[in-house]
């Protein structure tokens, strides 16, 4: 009943996302931001009007690289800086389940559908992997639904709904990390190394690999230590050592493969190009001379990148265009965009300081091992606190440290939001303690939830405790304005900002 009551909120939330990006987008006039805005080169069908009046909105500032790579491949240098995965299920859509309208759309209108039809699905697919995951590794069932919920109103929305990667990113890290706590490793991998194909910052997940599995593996050696003698102990213990290095090394080739080939057909495409600027559309090579993007060409000079001893091309974007690089956005002009990212901060620091408060121990032993041969990761303590969420904690203060540091800082609601489940754990765990209205107990109880009661003292379905807390707004705790404020009005801001070329996240 749980994934039910979450798939029709998060049902209800993309509905509403798509119907208040269209009239916000009508409602306001669109900004004229310095932006990617490919020419059009296709002529305009029937009812490409209508879909860009309902979807434009959608196809905004990074959403237009995934429009114009899905529409004409990967031309410019800096279009290199989005992954392919999104691209492609774009394109895969408009020529397959929209082909039949090929005749009323253009590609480019397609397309826009698509984004709607893919982002829409693939965030119902995010919803249900992140709630299986907080099941299995909160072992709280509240925690869970609630954690759920809240992601179904995330403050990222805007980036879960319009033309980004998110969406596919989340669904395919929760659900990789969901197979990989349940002991299904190389399914595992796969669905961490396709993630790794839609966002660089899949790499990251290299290390659940190399961390869970060890888990594993001391939790083996504890039971041979206790249940072998002799020289079996040993070969055992070096049975178990070698499973962990061809697991961890086969592990983190599979999942670095695609960022390793994408950035090999970079490579290629600049440094020892077979194109030439004849076969590029005029008004693409116009755009391409007029902001100094650069395209490949087999008549030039290959671009100084390609001389690097390790020539990737995805960090001379990062550098030359966007200007990403260590404490480079620590700048007076920037602290709009400090403000705007400082609650996604506040919550990954909240839940680092609080786990590490509860678990002192536990996180010197970097969760390795217990103590007490009577707690062991078999059987947690349920809740955010339980041995089993260190990882998570270590890997959401990973994202935050190097987002605050190392990039564009506004981009750190999106990026850990998509990337990590503790943002709505913590969030979930300082609603469940602090508002009374939910009726929390002081220790979670996988058997208690919110319940509605006829006259006659019927059960009926689990009432959703964010749409029961909403009329009661004004008389909740502080702790629940803030997060439910932050949630809702980041949802609401970045739809009405994000979808008229207005700066956000």
């Excluded at 990148?305 to 920037?334: A, N, T």
Aim: aromatic residues 12%.
């Amino acid at each position: 009943m749980d994934v039910r009551a979450v798939l029709e909120f998060a049902t209800v939330t993309r509905g509403l996302s798509l119907f208040l990006q269209a009239v916000l987008n009508a409602a306001i006039p669109d900004h004229e931001a310095d932006a990617f805005r490919p020419p059009r080169t296709e002529e305009p069908l029937y009812l490409d009007s209508v879909v860009e009046w309902l979807l434009g909105g959608l196809s905004h500032w990074d959403a237009e690289h995934f429009l114009f790579i899905a529409e004409k491949g990967y031309l410019y240098e800096h279009n290199f800086a989005f992954f392919p995965l999104f691209p492609i299920v774009l394109r895969g859509l408009a020529e397959t389940l929209l082909w039949p309208m090929s005749s009323w759309l253009s590609v480019r209108g397609r397309l826009l559908v698509a984004v709607a039809l893919a982002n829409s699905a693939l965030f119902l697919l995010s919803v249900v992997a992140l709630h299986a995951l907080s099941r299995l590794v909160l072992q709280d069932r509240r925690l869970a639904l609630l954690s759920s919920l809240l992601y179904c109103i995330t403050p990222a929305n805007v980036f879960m709904t319009a033309g980004y990667s998110e969406s596919l990113f989340a669904a395919l890290t929760f659900g990789g990390l969901f197979l990989l706590e349940k002991g299904f490793t190389f399914r595992a991998c796969l669905a961490l190394s396709i993630a790794t194909a839609a966002r660089s910052n899949g790499l990251v997940n290299i290390g659940f690999l190399l961390y869970l599995p060890s888990l594993h593996a001391i939790s083996q050696i504890r039971v041979y230590r206790a249940t072998t003698k002799g020289h079996t102990k040993v070969f055992h213990y070096i049975w178990v050592i070698i499973c962990l290095l061809l697991t961890s090394l086969l592990g983190t080739a599979i999942i670095a493969l695609p960022f390793c080939a994408f950035q090999y057909y970079g490579y290629r495409t600049f440094c020892t190009p077979s194109t030439s600027l004849e076969r590029i559309s005029p008004a693409l090579l116009s755009l391409a001379e007029r902001k100094g993007y650069r395209v490949p060409d087999e008549n030039g000079p290959p671009p100084l990148w390609c001389m690097r001893p390790l020539p990737l091309l995805y960090s001379h974007i990062q550098d030359v265009y966007w200007d990403v690089g260590f404490l480079r956005y620590f700048e007076l002009k920037q602290i709009p965009n400090f403000i705007l990212a400082l609650p996604m901060a506040t919550l990954g620091i909240m839940a680092a300081y609080a786990y590490f408060q509860a678990n002192p121990e536990l996180c010197m032993r970097l969760g390795l091992w217990e103590t007490n041969a009577n707690r062991g990761l078999d059987k947690p303590t349920p809740g955010f606190f339980n041995p089993r969420v260190f990882v998570y904690v270590v890997h959401s203060a990973v994202l935050l440290v190097f987002g605050t540091l190392c990039m564009h800082v506004q981009v750190l609601t999106r990026f850990m939001a998509s990337s990590s489940p503790v943002p709505f754990w913590i969030s979930a765990h300082l609603l469940l303690l602090n508002e009374p209205l939910l009726h929390r107990r002081k220790t979670s109880n996988p058997n208690v939830q919110m319940q509605s009661h006829s006259r006659n003292g019927c059960k009926h379905t689990p009432q959703n405790p964010i749409v029961a807390l909403l009329p009661h707004f004004k008389a909740c705790s502080p702790t629940t304005q803030s997060i439910l404020g932050y949630y809702l009005s980041y949802w609401v801001l970045g739809l009405a900002l994000h979808c008229n070329f207005l700066p956000w996240t």
